[in-house]
């Protein structure tokens, strides 16, 4: 058994999990209840630094509740900084408070936004006007924008119109399946993709992915504590990848990406 080797020999980095303890959701299954258990339960599978943002049902229509979303991860960062890079949540029903916040977060240093989730924060797609200056703004200040799938045309859209804006799309084997996600990526070369969600259960897939697309345009996520985060570590180590292809995906891309270094972390 000495080939089966499930955990990488370096720092794994999820580049999409969400800060919610027991009281945050009712979920029918057990979350943390704090965030040392939390943070323990990330390192077990390997993570080292896990990224995202706090989504609160119909936070996009609220200003006051999407300022609680960005405060409650600033306060998990400050203090866990070590483990934690908080992502800005923005709305674009709320395009000046949204600006406002990604300033900010810039300022602090974060290269982050999202996830953004419409169908929690209470608007039904991206393409929006408010999105306009939130899309252009990320481009100026090099922010990456973490997307959960809305269709595939409303992507599409907002893709084409933003093509300096950098993009990565959670949840690739979405509601329409993992080759249309494959494609739209392939159509537009400012998608990148995160593999949060229900895993690489379909064999081969992440390999096909990277044949199609390149091995800097996949990030790992996990979609923590929604989803298992060790699932997705195995399913990364078990595909038919390169050593090279897997630090990508596990870290190196998004540090491309954001800038992150882990010698910042020590010093914090």
């Known amino acids: 058994m000495k080939d089966c080797v499930f955990l990488p020999d370096y720092p794994v980095i999820d580049c999409h999990m969400h800060p919610y303890l027991c009281s945050d959701r009712d979920f029918p ?21 896990s990224c995202g943002s706090f989504n609160e049902k119909n936070a996009g229509q609220d200003p006051e ?65 408010g999105m306009d200056p939130i899309c252009d ?73 990277i044949d199609m697309l390149g091995d800097h345009r996949i990030l790992f996520g996990t979609d923590y504590p929604i989803c298992n985060p060790g699932m997705n570590v195995a399913g990364v180590m078990f595909e038919n990848l390169s050593g090279m292809e897997r630090k990508n995906i596990f870290s190196d891309n998004f540090i491309r990406l954001t800038g992150f270094s882990f010698r910042d972390t020590a010093s914090r």
Not at 170 to 188: D, N, Q, R, V
């Open 137 to 209: 703004l990320a481009a100026d200040l090099g922010m990456v924008i973490n997307l959960h799938p809305s269709t595939l045309e409303d992507l599409d859209e907002l893709l084409g119109a933003f093509p300096d804006t950098t993009f990565v799309i959670a949840h690739p084997e979405s509601a329409w399946g993992i080759m249309p996600t494959y494609e739209l990526a392939e159509k537009h070369p400012n998608m990148y993709l995160d593999l949060s969600g229900s895993g690489l259960f379909r064999m081969g897939m992440l390999r096909k992915g």
């Open 65 to 129: 509740k999407l300022k609680l979303c960005n405060e409650r991860v600033l306060q998990v960062y400050r203090d866990n900084p070590a483990v934690f890079y908080p992502g800005v949540n923005v709305s674009p029903l709320l395009p000046d408070e949204s600006c406002a916040a990604i300033e900010k977060f810039h300022r602090l240093g974060f290269r982050w936004v999202g996830e953004l989730a419409w169908y929690v924060m209470g608007y039904e797609k991206y393409s929006l006007p």
């Open 29 to 49: 299954f057990q979350l943390p209840e704090n965030y040392q258990d939390f943070f323990a339960i990330q390192a077990k599978a390997g993570i080292k630094l």
